[in-house]
């Protein structure tokens, strides 16, 4: 049995770093993508699609309420990538949610490439 691991990655955009910290065991990830530092904020859970279903992924908001849409769309892709479980965690104070969402997500696909080369 293999013990969990732990990915960090930065971003720079507008100004403002960004952080990543990817923490991935043998059936689930979690994800916490920050502004300035690394925080908790809104997250969210999502389930993998089982191949032969058609349908929405099944997600949903744990703990807080701004970003929520953001929040659980990636935990929705984590988990569609990766095929685990998925928690992810969005905090970003300085930007609404359609200015956060591709930022998030290119941090996100960079840590996730980081990941692969590994």
Same mark, same amino acid.
């Given at each position: 049995?293999?013990?969990?691991?732990?990915?960090?990655?930065?971003?720079?955009?507008?100004?403002?770093?960004?952080?990543?910290?990817?923490?991935?065991?043998?059936?689930?990830? #979690?994800?916490f993508l920050s502004e300035t530092e690394?925080?908790? &904020?809104?997250?969210?859970?999502?389930?993998? #699609?089982?191949?032969?279903?058609? &349908?929405?992924?099944?997600?949903?908001?744990?703990? &807080?309420?701004?970003?929520?849409?953001?929040?659980?769309?990636?935990?929705?892709?984590?988990?569609?990538?990766?095929?685990?479980?998925?928690?992810?965690?969005?905090?970003?104070?300085?930007?609404?949610?359609?200015?956060?969402?591709?930022?998030?997500?290119?941090?996100?696909?960079?840590?996730?490439?980081?990941?692969?080369?590994?």
């Amino acid at each position: 049995m293999s013990r969990a691991k732990i990915t960090k990655d930065e971003l720079v955009e507008r100004d403002t770093t960004f952080y990543s910290v990817l923490l991935e065991t043998g059936n689930a990830n #979690q994800m916490f993508l920050s502004e300035t530092e690394d925080k908790l &904020g809104t997250l969210a859970v999502a389930m993998p #699609q089982p191949k032969n279903l058609v &349908g929405s992924p099944v997600s949903s908001v744990l703990l &807080g309420d701004r970003n929520m849409m953001i929040t659980r769309l990636l935990a929705e892709i984590l988990a569609k990538k990766t095929e685990k479980m998925s928690l992810v965690s969005v905090f970003v104070k300085s930007l609404n949610e359609q200015e956060a969402g591709p930022i998030l997500r290119k941090l996100m696909d960079q840590t996730l490439k980081k990941v692969e080369e590994k």
